[in-house]
């Protein structure tokens, strides 16, 4: 039994030995690994770079179609106000008295009496006239007048002139009660009257 306990024993201080061998601390020195951060500073700086470029962007984009809106609303209203002009211009040449006026000087005369046909037996109603050029016709109606109460009669007030009589209560004498109040109110206080 001794012989057999014997080897193993020796075996021991042997693995110990090699343990703490390889156990033993050493200082390593520190190995920094600066690769590993340039891409990720790389990635970030792109994206911050990138962000502040489409920030940028959109915002010119934005003034751009800005700028676009007020010119396109400010032609609408020019577009718009000469479609009023034209409107006006159109109303006013379609006009009944105009339309009398260019017949007028065409040549064209109103019809004094006309006839109508009737179309079922053909028979003419009423008697037919030619038109003459001796008719005055009035194209533009009359003005119309206004209503009495619109044009009262005149106020006519008649002041006696002034004969310097400074009688109690006359106008004269208030006018010169006022201006002795307006002197007084001039003056310094520290003068006498």
Known sequence: MSSSVTPARSRVPRLAEAA?????????????NRATRVPFLALVSLLL??????????????QQASFTATALEQRANMLDAKAQALQMQ????????RLA????HLGMVPPSNPAFLRLSDGAVLGKPQPAGTT??????P????????????????TVPPSTGDTTPGSPDEHASAGR????????PQGSAH
Do not use: C, M, W, Y
């Open 142 to 157: 009359p003005p119309v007048g206004k209503p009495a109460d619109l044009r009262p009669a005149p106020i006519v007030v």
């Open 180 to 187: 002795k109040k307006a002197d007084q109110h001039t003056q």
């Open 101 to 104: 006026e260019r017949a007028k």
């Open 90 to 97: 159109l109303a006013r040449l379609q006009a009944p008295q």
């Open 20 to 32: 703490v061998a390889r156990a033993r601390l050493t200082v390593v020195p520190r190995h920094t």
């Open 49 to 62: 770079v990138g962000g502040v470029a489409g920030l940028l962007l959109f915002n010119t984009s934005l």
């Open 135 to 140: 008719e005055d016709f009035r194209i533009t």
